[in-house]
């Protein structure tokens, strides 16, 4: 969140004048009025693309959406509903320069009081993203505002990152997206690792120490919230496997997993699932019925397009968001997709 805005209202309008609601409205009503908002922003309309420059309407877009969310989410609208109501009766402005992350926190220490996400997990290896690196962080941008477009329209929150076959990029693009929509679009997003012949979530991204994860959850031995961490200064969780199981597809189609995603789906705005590959195996048949949407992970210039066009005809039509191209720029991607 931005730092002007980020004072809370001192001076700036709230986000209710800016969606134009009272501010006993309905979350249906927040919600209209938010794509009633965002439709003046958007490519399609004409006459105010010549009023605002590409950026601007990226920055509105951008406003509105960490508007939302805010909005939206019980727990930050009524602390960000505080944080107005102190200012206006003259208490001193609180702190906001972290936006819905502050808000976040607020809602985790309601959490605690019925066992909290614990904030205390680590990365083990760096995130492009995470890194600053521009060219990556630019593209994961882009590759979250197109899936937001399309996650808004179709209800989606729960989305399946898979890949034809293994090694092709999955965990990197499920990392990497997941870091930049919880730091730079303020979303509360949980990865959960489904992978669990090939936990390298556990093993190789997150200083898990003692924790316990998603296969203890499955097993009955750990509690979810006790499983769920939170990485530190941000508002990206973390369910990881913990360990591999050999078979898999037992754990993936138990109804303690059908919960955990379906559940997990209430607590945050994005799950994004860490999973199998498609082939050889039948887990990802599996995954794909209990959430809103694939995505599908293809190394550029590795796997051969027989096999990408057979992995995208076995998954249910309705369900693939869409394709992410990994490794792209190395090759001439036209004359070997198309
Ligand atoms: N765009 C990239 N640039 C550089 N290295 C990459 C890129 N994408 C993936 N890698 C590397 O390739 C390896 C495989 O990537 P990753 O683990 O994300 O694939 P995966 O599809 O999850 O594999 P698996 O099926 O084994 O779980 C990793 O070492 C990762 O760091
Ligand atoms: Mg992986």
Redesign the pocket.
């Known amino acids: 969140m931005k730092k002007e805005k980020a004072k809370a209202n001192g001076g700036a309008r709230s986000y209710y004048e800016t969606l134009e609601v009272r501010e006993d409205a309905t979350t249906d009503e927040i919600e209209r009025a938010y794509r009633k908002a965002k439709s003046l922003y958007s490519d399609e309309s004409v006459a105010l693309y010549s009023l605002y420059s590409g950026e601007e309407r990226k920055q509105k877009l951008l406003e509105l959406s960490d508007i939302f969310n805010t909005l939206s989410d019980p727990a930050k609208r009524k602390s960000y509903d505080e944080s107005l109501r102190k200012e206006r009766t003259g208490a001193p402005s609180r702190e906001w320069d972290s936006g819905s992350i502050n808000a976040g926190r607020d809602a985790f220490e309601e959490y605690s009081e019925v066992g909290a996400f614990r904030d205390r997990i680590t990365l083990r290896r760096a995130l492009s993203v995470a890194e600053q690196d521009q060219m990556a962080t630019e593209k994961f941008r882009i590759l979250f505002n197109r899936l937001e477009q399309i996650c808004l329209k179709g209800a989606v929150k729960s989305i399946a990152v898979t ?1 034809a076959v ?8 499920a990392m990497n997206l997941a870091f930049i929509m919880a730091t730079e679009f303020k979303k509360k997003v949980l990865v959960i690792e489904s ?1 669990f012949r ?1 936990p ?1 979530i556990s093993s190789e991204y997150l200083n898990m120490g003692r924790l316990c994860g998603l296969v203890d959850v499955l097993k009955g031995e750990a509690d979810i919230r006790s499983a769920i961490n939170r990485l530190e200064d941000t508002n990206l969780h973390f369910l990881p496997a913990r360990c591999s199981v050999k078979n898999s597809s037992l754990l993936l189609d138990s109804p303690g997993m059908r919960s955990v995603l379906l559940r997990s789906k209430e607590d945050f705005d994005y799950v994004i699932v ?1 999973s ?2 498609i082939f050889p195996l039948v887990d990802i048949s599996i995954l794909s019925k209990c959430v809103d949407g694939m995505l599908l ?1 293809v ?1 550029a210039g590795a796997t051969p397009k027989d096999i990408v066009k057979k992995a995208v005809r076995s998954l249910p039509k309705d369900n693939l968001l869409g394709i992410v191209l ?2 792209a720029d190395s090759i001439h991607m036209k004359k070997y997709y198309y």
């Open positions: 890949s293994k090694g092709e990029g999955k965990t990197m693009t992978d090939n390298s860490d199998p590959p992970v190394r990994n490794c």
